[in-house]
C-alpha cells in the first residue's frame, strides 16, 4: 500500500519561500505521476503542481505558476515542491498525491494521499 508523507511547511513571511518534501514508500515511486494540492479553510482542495512519472513533464497551476517548482528524485522516492514569493494567499494545508496512470489536474483521480503539512504565510 503506497504512503506519503509530506514535511517542510511552516510559519513564513510573505516574500519568502519553502521547500516541501513528500516521501514514498510501498511502491515502485517511478510508476505514479505525482501531484500537489492544497486546501485553505472553507475551500474545496485544489491544484497546485504536478509531475509525470518521468520527471520530463511539470504541471502548474496558474494562481502560482512562476513561483513554484515541482521535482521529484526517483532513486531517492521524494517529490518536491519549491515555492517562492509566498503570499497570505498561499496559506493553505498542502497535500501530495500519487496515481497510476497518467497525470491530471483532478484530486478526484489520485489514489493516494498524504496526511498534509501546514503552509502559513504572515503578511
Known amino acids: 500500500q503506497v504512503q506519503l508523507v509530506e514535511s517542510g511547511g511552516g510559519l513564513v513571511q510573505a516574500g519568502g519561500s519553502l521547500r516541501l518534501s513528500c516521501a514514498f514508500s510501498g511502491g515502485t515511486f517511478s510508476s505514479y505521476a505525482m501531484g500537489w494540492f492544497r486546501q485553505a479553510p472553507g475551500k474545496e482542495r485544489e491544484f497546485v503542481g504536478g509531475?509525470?512519472?518521468?520527471?520530463?513533464?511539470?504541471y502548474h497551476a496558474d494562481s502560482v505558476k512562476g513561483r513554484i517548482t515541482v521535482s521529484r528524485d526517483n532513486a531517492k522516492n521524494t517529490l518536491y515542491l519549491e515555492m517562492n514569493s509566498l503570499q497570505p494567499g498561499d496559506t493553505a494545508v498542502y497535500y501530495c498525491?500519487?496515481?497510476?496512470?497518467?497525470?491530471?489536474?483532478?484530486?478526484?483521480?489520485?489514489?493516494?494521499w498524504g496526511q498534509g503539512t501546514q503552509v502559513t504565510v504572515s503578511s
Open positions: 498525491a500519487a496515481r497510476t496512470l497518467r497525470f491530471t489536474t483532478n484530486p478526484n483521480d489520485f489514489d493516494s
Open positions: 509531475i509525470s512519472r518521468s520527471g520530463a513533464t511539470t
